[in-house]
């Protein structure tokens, strides 16, 4: 019979006594740590047994932070189940909660579950102080590098709490030295917990996991439709090297080193005025890029795969947005023969006969098993639910993420937890899926993994193993294709984990000898270092400068997504959240300021948002400011450079606005700081919220109506509108006419005629 956890705070005989997870809890009360333990073994429980020695040691609140909705409540789901506290004390923070619930909330909650993108914002609105928060579980814990959510909290959590103390949690924390330093680094960890199966503690909680990998041969009809796709990357390979460019060992380039080389001639683009060259090999790279993951596809998914994609790649050719790299590609020889090819060949990968045979063999030798199959794409998904669906006794289901495009739609997280307990309950017995099924969802133990095709991450084919071999027995299954990308990722998988595994064993040895205290022992807390800055804690000045404090910035509710206000918030400015009308941030009675990242910016100049947007912060402020967030405004969506320049000169000129570019929210954040510094401090101006969208005049109106026709801008529409005197005779106008007309040239005289004179079909 096993023993049980005996604790005031946790149900009797509802938590099974392991030592090692004792063991790990002993270690995480005594410094902040990052617990490393295989999925299945019960991070959960650690977590568990920390929370509740805190919360009778020093009380407080303790905190549960989990990347999805769906994870938030399976933790919650757990922690009502066995911890001795009253259910209404044990609250589920996620978006579904509004803002002013969670504040009355915080109030009493005692044990708060959440998805760390609501705590952010709590914390930026100052909805909730984490000063009373004794202990934070950060789950998935790999995920605190960056911008992500977690870094921030657990900085603001040191600065604020009174008694802080928290807990990383995960399977894979990744192989690279500098990934594991900056979680670390991140959740100010100071001590490193790893078990392994091979553990003596852990082996009796160890299921067999057997792990085959089978190598396939690609037929030679595939290897036909490579070649020609590979004769394309040779053409522009050498289209590259002709610009000044060169690719040097072409076999073997990988995508990582083509967007090093996009990322290089970027910055080319930022360099002043660039030679027509970078903007032609930009272009050229583009086509690389596409055609690269066409031989990926043809390697290692399939022809129906690689049909889907080409459909995708010949749509977006053909649409009036679409880029230049993908209409040139539509109309390039070998690319319209490999489409040809590919209508005549009804041949498909055989990996998708393989798949069908290991699944059916499974389910036939053991017909109550759960199986998961993995595949990178979505595509690929679709292609093996539609052709196991055909078998009989396989019922399988396609299970993707929330993102939908063209004929692809994605699933909602309500639509994930109820295909996941269609599941369990055998409904279906195979689940076809992308990575979203490799974290964050609670989907059951099963009886074999099938990975379609290996994956060059060890975090992801960590994640994906540990779905198998938990309650018993597992079995996990890799294709492989001879000769093929396959090879190279499932080599890359395999030495990464033993590198990871090294390199947490280094660092498990490096961390100081703690005090390896249990959950039974009394928690002392030790306050003689409390003020006692960490090695993370120092910075110039604390990282503050004197005057920062008497900055005050208001902030859309909408621009809290970003990590600008993040930023600020580090910075000392004070921020004012609120629903804005007008503009991104406001600095000062006459400074009101839009932020565009490039993507968006050109995506509002393509649908004529920019303009209306601007138009409404000049009239609303005296000094409105524009500020162009990225490096890859003349890359990323293909628009001709001039489009940009004169969109840039409008409304600079036109409408009185300035503009300023900035790297990144970190670099827009110092900006803004700077400039409302000086309308503050410097010009002893008043923050003011006085924007409204101004009720348009009548001019101004009669623009907006000839300007949202395509490719006339303000400047265009005003000369119309001067000669003709009104927007009736502008309708009217003649394409002879309409030629009359300052800058209003053939092209344009013939689109207004085409766009008035047309008949409207639906």
Known sequence: MP????????????????????????????????????????????????????????????????????????????????????????????????PEKRKELWETGRVIISTPQVIENDILTKRISLEDVTHITFDEAHRAVGNYAYTYIAEKYFETAKNPLCLGITASPGSSDDKIAEVCESLQIESVAVKTESDRDVKPYIHKKEIEWKRINLPAEMKEIKDLLNKVLEDRY????????????????????????????????????????????????????????????????????????MERLDNEAGTKNGSKASKRLAEDLYIRQAVHRLKECDLEHPKLEYVKKIVLDELENKPHSRV????????????????????????????????????????TQKQQVEIIEQFKAGDYNVLVATS????????????????????????????????????????????????????????SSLSKEKKMQSNMRELQAAM?????????????????????????????????????????????????RSSVARSLDRNGVEIIVKTLEV???????????????????????IDKKLFEQVANLSRAYEKPILIIEGESLFTCRGINPNAIHGTLSSIALDFGVSIFYTRDPEDTAALLQQIAKREQTDEKREVNMHGKKAAAMLPQQQEYVVSSISDIGPKAARNLLKHFGSV?????????????????GPKTAAKIREIISSEYKR
Not at 269 to 289: H, N, Q
């Open 436 to 491: 979203v099924a490799e974290e964050g969802l609670d989907i059951p133990s099963t009886d074999l993994v099938l990975f379609y095709e290996p994956i060059p991450s060890e975090i992801r084919s960590i994640q994906r193993k540990g779905r198998t071999g938990r309650k018993h027995e597992g079995r996990v299954v890799v294709l492989v294709t001879k000769g093929t990308r396959d090879e190279g990722y499932y080599w």
């Open 372 to 411: 998961i199959v993995f595949a990178n794409y979505r595509d690929t998904a679709e292609m093996l639910t539609n052709s196991l669906v055909e078998v009989e006794g396989i019922r399988p289901v396609r299970f993707v993420g929330q993102a939908s495009k063209y004929k692809d739609k994605g699933l």
């Open 238 to 309: 050498k289209k590259l090297t002709e610009l000044g460019y060169p690719i040097y060992n072409k076999r073997y380039v990988s995508k990582k080193d083509l967007l090093g080389l996009q990322a290089k001639l970027q910055g080319e683009l930022r360099g002043g005025m660039p030679d027509s060259s970078v903007y032609s090999a930009i272009s050229i790279l583009a086509e690389i890029l596409k055609v690269s993951h066409a031989v990926e596809i043809t390697e290692t998914q399939g022809l129906e795969a690689l049909r889907m994609y």
């Open 512 to 560: 100081p000898a703690r005090k390896n205290n249990s959950i039974e022992e009394e928690f002392m807390p030790d306050t003689n270092g409390k003020d006692q800055k960490t090695l993370f804690e120092y910075d110039d000045n604390d990282g503050k400068s004197e005057d920062k404090g008497n900055v005050r910035i208001v902030v859309d509710q909408r621009e809290i």
């Open 583 to 605: 503009g991104d941030y406001i600095l000062s009675d006459r400074i009101a300021v839009e932020r565009k990242e490039t993507q968006d910016f050109v995506g509002s100049l």
């Open 3 to 98: 023993e049980y956890i005996k604790h005031p705070l946790i149900k009797a005989d509802t938590v099974e006594q392991r030592l090692y997870q004792l063991d790990l809890a002993g270690k995480a009360l005594d410094v902040s740590s990052l617990v490393v333990l295989p999925t299945g073994l019960g991070k959960t429980v650690v977590c568990l047994l920390v929370m509740a020695s805190r919360l009778e040691k020093l009380g407080g609140k303790i905190m549960v932070l989990s990347p999805t909705k769906p994870l938030v409540e399976q933790h919650a789901s757990f922690f009502r189940n066995v911890m001795n506290i009253p259910e209404e004390e044990i609250l589920t923070f996620t978006g579904s909660v509004s």
């Open 728 to 744: 009736e005779n502008v309708m009217k106008a003649s394409y002879e006419e309409l030629l009359e007309v300052n800058n209003v």
